[in-house]
């Protein structure tokens, strides 16, 4: 295997990534082996590290970690790849974020059923919108994309791109999750945290309302 040195900046990068891991698998946004989550190691040639596929991410160790090329490509590590790589590729690329993670949450995961329709979710209204970059007010409205879902993973990656160019903080997958990235890991634990947040609370005063 190739030697994959991390960023200047990112020398700690895989017990962070693992530590991240296990602070969303805490908080049940990756039971059993759900979920899937990457940094970026390095841009050109590009590296990721990566969560093995059919893990339980609660247990991780920095050892199972992975790392994979633009190609989908096993570089280090010995693990299964995700299926989903595809994907975290493709947002990497069209946003260039540092970071992607990909939780099933259960208010993600009913929401984006809900809108699956309307194609997005609309946020608006919510003091901890302002914790998603470039957000400085509860007064303005966030729509978070819903794509359909599909096994085939360059079906989903083509119902990413046109949201991916319009630099959304997230993505829904119809019955599946939420996609949140960010600039750095730490960013995109905050936009995850706080999206999921914010789908709890919709959730939530959805329900109010209807009683």
Not at 23 to 29: F, V
Not at 134 to 163: C, E, R, W, Y
Not at 175 to 203: K, P, S
Request: net charge negative.
């Amino acid at each position: 295997m190739e030697e994959v040195r991390p960023l200047e900046d990112g020398i700690h990068i895989r017990s962070d990534l693992i530590a991240t891991t296990r602070r969303l698998h805490q908080r049940r946004w990756c039971d059993g082996t759900g979920g899937n989550f990457s940094v970026v190691l390095k841009r050109d040639p590009l590296r990721v590290l990566m969560a093995p596929s059919g893990v339980d991410k609660g247990r991780m160790e920095v050892d199972d970690l992975i790392v994979i090329d633009d190609n989908q490509v096993i570089v280090d590590g010995s693990g299964r790849i995700s299926a989903e790589a595809d994907l975290h590729i493709a947002v990497i690329r069209e946003t260039g974020a540092g970071a992607v993670l990909h939780s099933h949450s259960i208010p993600a995961t009913v929401m984006s059923r809900i809108h699956q329709a309307n194609g997005h979710i609309t946020l608006e209204g919510w003091e901890m919108q302002k914790g998603l970059e470039g957000v400085t007010t509860h007064a303005t409205g966030i729509k978070i994309p819903v794509v359909d879902n599909s096994q085939f993973m360059a079906t989903l990656v083509d119902a990413f791109l046109p949201h991916l160019a319009a630099q959304s903080h997230g993505i829904l997958v119809a019955g599946h999750g939420l996609y949140a990235w960010g600039t750095t890991l730490l960013d995109a634990e905050r936009h995850l945290e706080i999206l999921e947040f914010l789908l709890e609370v919709q959730l939530n005063w959805s329900r109010c309302q209807q009683q």
